[in-house]
C-alpha cells in the first residue's frame, strides 16, 4: 500500500525447525550403552531432538523526499540457523600432561537454539546524477541466542599413554553456548560513473557489537571498507577493488581470547566477450600479498601467521 510520494509493506512469516543430531563421545565401558569395538576407547551414541516455533513480522516504509532522494525504514525480526558444526561438532580432547591436571578440548552443543535478531535499518539515498549513488544508513540488531564461545568442564573416560588402563578425566571444553548480544553502527556507500565507461566506488561500515557479558562478538569488525574503479564497455571489463577489515575476535583456546589482525587485500578482475556465447575472465587476488595474523589477548602474544600468496585464475565460460 502507498500514496503519492510513499510505500509499505508488511508481513508475517512462521517457522518451524525440527533438529535431531546425533553426537558420540567418550564413556565409561562400564557404561551398559557403550560400544567397546573401538580401538580407541569405548563409545556412545547421543541424540537429541528439538523442535522451535517461530514468527517472523516485518515492515518497510519508502518515502521520496524529491525525484533524487529517497528514505528507507525497515524493521524486522529474521531467524538464522546455528552451523551444523556447531550443533554436532566432534569432541577433540588433549589429555592433561600431569597426572591429576585438567585437559582441554572443543565440541559442539546440539542444544544451541536458533538465533533471532530484531532489526532497525534507517537508510538515505540520493540519486544526484545518472547511474550515481550516495547513500548513509544506520542499523540497529537485538540478536537473542547469539553464538558465542564458552568454556565447559566435562569429565571423559581417557586412555593414553599415562592412563593405559583408562581413567575418567575433567576437561575444560571449548563450546558454543546461546548468549544475547547487540549490534549497531552505521553505513556509507558511493558510486559514480566517470565518463562513458570508467567509474568509482567505495562504501565504509562502522559496527559496534558487543553480547550480554560485555565481550565482543565473534567475527565482527568495527571498521571495514573497499574502494575501487571499473572500466566497461560493450567487449572489455575491468576492475580493482581494496579492502580493509579491522581486527575482530576469533575464538577461545583454552579460555582465553584470540583475535585476527586486521588485514587489507588488493585485487582486481578483467573481461572480455568474445562472442554471444564465449568470454574470457582473469581474477587476480592477494595482489599485496597479505598476511593473516592472529594473537592472543594482544599483538604482544602473537599466535600463528598465515600466508597464501597470489592468486591468479583464468577462465573460459559458455553459456546457452
Same mark, same amino acid.
Given at each position: 500500500?502507498? #500514496?503519492?510520494?510513499?510505500?509499505?509493506?508488511?508481513? =508475517?512469516?512462521? &517457522?518451524?525447525?525440527? %533438529?535431531?543430531?546425533?553426537?558420540?563421545?567418550?564413556?565409561?565401558?562400564?557404561?551398559?550403552?557403550?560400544?567397546?569395538?573401538?580401538?580407541?576407547? /569405548?563409545?556412545?551414541? +547421543?541424540?537429541?531432538?528439538? !523442535? $522451535?516455533?517461530?514468527?517472523? *513480522?516485518?515492515?518497510?516504509?519508502?518515502?521520496?523526499?524529491?525525484?533524487?532522494?529517497?528514505?528507507?525504514?525497515?524493521?524486522?525480526?529474521?531467524? !538464522?540457523?546455528?552451523?551444523?558444526?556447531?550443533?554436532?561438532?566432534?569432541?577433540? =580432547?588433549? *589429555?592433561?600432561?600431569? &597426572?591429576? #591436571?585438567? #585437559?582441554?578440548?572443543?565440541?559442539?552443543? *546440539?542444544?544451541?537454539?536458533?538465533?533471532?535478531?530484531?532489526?532497525?535499518?534507517?537508510?538515505?539515498?540520493?540519486? $544526484?546524477?545518472?547511474?550515481?549513488?550516495?547513500?548513509?544508513? &544506520?542499523?540497529?540488531?537485538?540478536?537473542?541466542?547469539? +553464538?558465542?564461545?564458552?568454556?565447559?568442564?566435562?569429565?571423559?573416560? !581417557?586412555?593414553?599413554?599415562?592412563?593405559?588402563?583408562? @581413567?575418567?578425566?575433567?576437561?575444560?571444553?571449548?563450546?558454543?553456548?546461546?548468549?544475547?548480544?547487540?549490534?549497531?553502527?552505521? @553505513?556509507?556507500?558511493? %558510486?559514480?560513473?566517470?565518463?562513458?565507461?570508467?567509474?568509482?566506488?567505495?562504501?565504509?561500515?562502522?559496527?559496534?557489537?558487543?553480547?550480554?557479558?560485555?565481550?565482543?562478538?565473534?567475527?565482527?569488525?568495527?571498521? !571495514? $571498507?573497499?574502494?575501487?574503479?571499473?572500466?566497461?564497455? @560493450?567487449?572489455?571489463?575491468?576492475? &580493482?577493488?581494496?579492502?580493509?577489515?579491522? %581486527?575482530?575476535?576469533?575464538?577461545?583456546?583454552?579460555?582465553?581470547?584470540?583475535?585476527?589482525?586486521?588485514?587489507?587485500?588488493?585485487?582486481?578482475?578483467?573481461?572480455?566477450?568474445?562472442?554471444?556465447?564465449?568470454?574470457? /575472465?582473469?581474477?587476480?587476488?592477494?595482489?599485496?600479498? *597479505?598476511?593473516?595474523?592472529?594473537? /592472543? @589477548?594482544?599483538?604482544?602474544?602473537?599466535?600463528?601467521?598465515?600466508?597464501? #600468496?597470489?592468486?591468479?585464475?583464468?577462465?573460459?565460460?559458455?553459456?546457452?
Amino acid at each position: 500500500f502507498g #500514496g503519492e510520494r510513499w510505500d509499505a509493506n508488511l508481513g =508475517l512469516r512462521f &517457522v518451524r525447525t525440527e %533438529e535431531e543430531i546425533t553426537n558420540y563421545v567418550n564413556a565409561d565401558p562400564a557404561d551398559p550403552d557403550a560400544i567397546t569395538t573401538s580401538a580407541f576407547g /569405548a563409545f556412545k551414541k +547421543v541424540r537429541t531432538n528439538s !523442535t $522451535y516455533n517461530d514468527w517472523l *513480522p516485518s515492515a518497510n516504509l519508502r518515502y521520496k523526499l524529491n525525484d533524487d532522494m529517497v528514505l528507507r525504514f525497515s524493521l524486522s525480526r529474521t531467524l !538464522t540457523r546455528p552451523d551444523f558444526s556447531a550443533l554436532a561438532g566432534a569432541v577433540s =580432547l588433549s *589429555p592433561p600432561a600431569a &597426572v591429576g #591436571g585438567i #585437559g582441554t578440548g572443543t565440541g559442539g552443543n *546440539p542444544l544451541l537454539e536458533p538465533i533471532i535478531s530484531t532489526n532497525l535499518d534507517a537508510t538515505f539515498e540520493w540519486y $544526484y546524477a545518472e547511474r550515481a549513488l550516495f547513500s548513509f544508513g &544506520v542499523f540497529h540488531m537485538d540478536i537473542d541466542n547469539y +553464538v558465542a564461545l564458552g568454556t565447559d568442564r566435562q569429565a571423559y573416560f !581417557t586412555i593414553d599413554a599415562q592412563r593405559p588402563q583408562g @581413567e575418567l578425566i575433567q576437561y575444560d571444553l571449548t563450546v558454543p553456548v546461546n548468549s544475547n548480544a547487540k549490534v549497531k553502527g552505521f @553505513e556509507l556507500a558511493w %558510486e559514480q560513473p566517470f565518463g562513458e565507461y570508467f567509474g568509482g566506488f567505495a562504501n565504509y561500515t562502522y559496527a559496534d557489537g558487543d553480547t550480554e557479558d560485555g565481550t565482543a562478538m565473534l567475527g565482527t569488525s568495527k571498521n !571495514t $571498507y573497499n574502494v575501487g574503479a571499473y572500466f566497461e564497455n @560493450e567487449r572489455f571489463n575491468a576492475r &580493482v577493488n581494496y579492502t580493509y577489515r579491522s %581486527e575482530f575476535f576469533s575464538g577461545l583456546d583454552r579460555a582465553s581470547a584470540f583475535y585476527q589482525d586486521e588485514i587489507d587485500n588488493v585485487s582486481a578482475s578483467f573481461g572480455y566477450k568474445i562472442n554471444d556465447n564465449f568470454s574470457l /575472465a582473469l581474477d587476480l587476488m592477494n595482489l599485496n600479498n *597479505p598476511k593473516t595474523k592472529y594473537y /592472543a @589477548e594482544n599483538r604482544d602474544r602473537p599466535r600463528s601467521i598465515y600466508e597464501n #600468496g597470489r592468486q591468479y585464475y583464468l577462465n573460459l565460460r559458455f553459456k546457452f
